[in-house]
């Protein structure tokens, strides 16, 4: 089992920055990515960005060039750092984790953390 923590949501103003970090604790040795989704009401869970153990990044296009996600192996958290947020960014944030090990694969879920961007 792998447990997910987040942290770092809250309300800013449009323009402004917040960062988000997710903590893994359990089983984290097999987690291959770790990532971030977001879900706004009325709406269905979308990808905002993944990284692997080797570092490689992936972004949704709504998000490239204004957040950054980084990984610190040694702390098992990852943070997505959040510039010139939008209204539109507004949603909860959960935290995704994949693991493979031999013969299995699986995947986990933080509780999620609310982030609201004011016009």
């Known amino acids: 089992q792998v447990h997910l923590v987040e942290s770092g949501g809250g309300l800013v103003q449009a323009g402004g920055s917040l960062r988000l970090s997710c903590a893994a604790s359990?089983?984290?040795?097999?987690?291959?990515?770790m990532g971030w989704y977001r879900q706004a009401p009325g709406n269905q869970r979308e990808l905002v960005a993944t990284?692997?153990?080797?570092?490689?990044?992936n972004y949704a296009d709504s998000v490239k060039c204004r957040f950054t996600l980084s990984r610190d192996n040694a702390k098992n958290t990852a943070y997505l750092q959040m510039n010139s947020l939008k209204p539109e960014d507004t949603g909860v944030y959960y935290c995704?984790?994949?693991?493979?090990?031999?013969?299995?694969?699986?995947?986990?879920w933080g509780q999620g953390t609310q982030v609201t961007v004011s016009s």
């Open positions: 995704n984790a994949h693991t493979l090990r031999p013969g299995k694969a699986d995947e986990y």
């Open positions: 359990g089983s984290i040795f097999g987690i291959v990515s």
């Open positions: 990284i692997t153990s080797g570092g490689s990044t």
